[in-house]
């Protein structure tokens, strides 16, 4: 009931829980080793900016679209060609769909 | 005749019948009062799937039903209308009947302040009746019929919102693309009628010769219904329409999307079931040429969802390009299936890509409610604009969680055992394609993980402090599906047998599909 078979391997939920909550107590374990002198809104709390005011906390929120910036960038070629893809013209879509009509036939139809 | 005995003969008429009337009764119920309007619809929608559980029950335990509309018994079988329910028709009509349900629930809360609901649980009706008639038809024409009625239906349920602009142009690029696709289903069906005078699936499956119009019309269906299901680069149309209808419209748009995916099932497995091995040039099994060519397209949807997926900020059509690529897992299965035909892999792969289906219902489905209660909370499309929503959003936060660790297929949800049977049999068709599968399921996951961030995380936004949880029925709708994806998730086994693997087995047994018909005569 539990355990999925592929044919060349298995997966069981129940084993993997067991081993989730295993790693979860050795990991809680190992927290009660660190220093306990931790005491909320203090200033041993305050992030240290060098000296700078801290902003506004709605204000150092990341956006959306800002998240990844690096990757993104990085991918800017890709990105470039993906974006030429989607026009969002009607004409285009139909374009696509005729191109891969125009192929399968090529590759269905004639071989 | 008993009642039970009864009900089951007529099911699969009923199964159509009961949204079908409820549809047209459905204006004059809301005329006496808006409540009874809602209940009308939660219980007709009940209804129907209390009809689907008792077909379900007999055709897992008994085989293929057949239902000729009209005839007592199989006479005339190239011109009746007629209904063949196997393994899979019913396992797809039992995830199209959970997500009506479900929708409808949800929109009870979420539609409850717009107006003309008349209309849009009539369109709702129709389309649930399009979709339940794409999966249990055994008749192409009567297929291609439904497949325009859910062409229209879309459309019009796209353009719910018609004071936004974006809605109106999203629904006309889907019937433009809808009408066109359909009308090519028209053509290979009137090339299939000119070539063996029957519509009849099976009897044009024991029909089929292979010819070089078969090839045709094999091709036809491929692209269209691919397009339709949402495969790239044929896929442009979906973020657009899942984007801009309302959610709950999504949630059943999706599952006339997860109706044509079953249809290239149809045709491939039982209407060219008997020439799939047969050799074509260069000595090339035709099955080799079909599956690395659906594979090819999967492996372009997976890629291109995810990459587009992760530089959109509008949440909705962040989910549609996920959509896309959840599709391309689907495809990338029964590629997989169909070219290794034979297998015991391939077997498992089918498996998979059916079991995905189910999953990616669930967990897409609850990723665009929680978009949906965002929506309904703050008005805000834009994960640019919201922040901090886990603080009065607790609920939603938790569903949202859910969602993303389904979709990106972690463990011990259901997104996961699926994809393992897909990574586990594809990896021993090319190993490639396995890694980039997984790869990308990464990719989703780091998505998921931005929007959690942008949406739920970080510190309260000004004009959202004032915000509240979404309403209970779409609480409800939310548990559901997050309910589901956890027990499916913790006991795959319990799906995996009862229902994915006696369809894979209807699939792959194309011969009974016939001779449940073709026999009979």
């Not at chain 1, 956006?63 to 890709?78: E, I, P, V």
């Not at chain 1, 990105?79 to 192929?103: E, Q």
């Not at chain 2, 979709?131 to 055994?138: V, Y």
């Not at chain 2, 389904?406 to 990896?427: C, D, H, Q, R």
Request: with cysteine.
């Amino acid at each position: 009931m539990f355990t999925l078979e592929s044919g060349s391997g298995f997966w069981n939920p129940l084993v993997w829980m067991l081993v989730f909550f295993i790693a979860f107590l050795l990991f809680y374990g190992i927290r009660g080793f660190g220093k306990s002198q931790y005491k909320k809104e203090t200033e041993q709390t305050k992030a240290f900016l060098s000296g700078n005011k801290e902003a506004a906390p709605e204000e150092m929120h990341v956006k959306a679209s800002n998240l990844y910036w690096g990757f993104t960038t990085s991918m800017r070629s890709l990105y470039s060609v993906l974006r030429k893809m989607h026009t969002g013209n009607t004409s285009d879509y139909l374009l696509w769909f005729l191109i891969v009509l125009a192929v399968l036939f090529l590759v269905i139809g004639v071989i | 005749m008993t009642f039970l005995d009864a009900l089951l003969f007529h099911s699969p008429a009923l199964i159509i019948a009961i949204p079908l009337l409820s549809a047209f009764l459905m204006p004059l119920v809301s005329r006496i009062h808006g409540k009874l309007r809602n209940i009308f619809a939660v219980s007709m929608i009940g209804l129907t799937g209390c009809v689907i559980g008792v077909l379900a029950t007999d055709v897992l335990a008994n085989g293929p039903r057949v239902y000729i509309f009209g005839a007592q018994d199989i006479a005339l079988p190239l011109v009746r209308i007629l209904f063949e329910v196997d393994s899979i028709s019913i396992f797809m009509a039992i995830i199209t009947i959970l997500l009506a349900f479900i929708a409808v629930i949800y929109s009870w809360s979420f539609m409850n302040h717009q107006d003309g609901l008349d209309k849009y649980y009539t369109l709702f009706l129709l389309l649930l009746t399009s979709a339940l008639g794409m999966e249990l038809t055994g008749d192409v024409f009567n297929f291609f019929v439904f497949l325009e009625i859910s062409c229209i239906t879309s459309c019009a349920l796209i353009a719910f919102w018609i004071d936004e602009g974006e809605a109106l142009e999203a629904a006309f690029k889907y019937i433009v693309i809808s009408s066109v696709g359909a009308l090519f289903v028209l053509f290979a069906v009137g090339i299939l009628y000119a070539q063996y005078n029957a519509l009849n699936i099976a009897t044009l499956a024991n029909a089929l010769q292979y010819s070089f119009l078969d090839k045709i019309v094999l091709v036809l269906f491929l692209v269209v219904l691919g397009m339709k299901a949402g495969l790239a680069p044929m896929h442009m149309w979906l973020p657009d329409a899942y984007g801009r209808a309302p959610p709950s419209v999504t949630l059943i748009i999706m599952s006339a999307t997860l109706a044509s995916f079953y249809g290239i099932l149809r045709v491939v497995f039982t209407l060219y079931g008997n020439v799939l091995t047969t050799s074509i040039r260069f000595d090339l099994p035709l099955n080799t040429i079909v599956g690395w060519v659906l594979i090819a397209l999967a492996i372009v949807s997976i890629l291109i969802g995810v990459i587009m997926a992760l530089i959109q900020s509008d949440f909705m059509r962040l989910i549609g390009y996920t959509a896309v690529a959840e599709v391309g897992y689907m495809f990338l299965a029964v590629g997989t299936g169909i070219a290794a035909l034979g297998t015991p892999y391939a077997t498992v792969a089918l498996q998979g890509g059916i079991f995905h289906v189910l999953n990616d219902a669930l967990d897409i489905g609850l990723l665009f409610l929680v978009a949906g209660a965002i929506y309904y909370v703050t008005k805000k499309r834009s994960l640019d604009d919201i922040g901090g929503l886990a603080r009065n959003m607790k609920f939603t936060t938790i569903f949202f969680f859910i969602g993303l660790l389904a979709v990106a297929g972690m463990p011990p949800l259901n997104g996961f055992t699926s994809k393992f049977l897909i990574y586990e049999s594809v990896y021993q068709l090319n190993p490639i394609l396995s890694i980039i599968a997984l790869l990308c399921s990464i990719l989703l996951l780091a998505i998921f993980i931005k929007v959690l961030y942008a949406a739920f995380l970080g510190p309260q936004l000004p004009d959202l402090k004032d915000v509240k949880e979404a309403p209970r029925s779409m609480l409800l709708a939310m548990g559901c599906f997050a309910a589901l994806a956890i027990i499916i998730g913790l006991f795959p086994n319990l799906f995996l047998d009862t229902l994915v693997k006696p369809a894979a087995d209807a699939l792959l047994n194309h011969a009974q599909y016939i001779t449940t018909v073709v026999g009979g005569i």
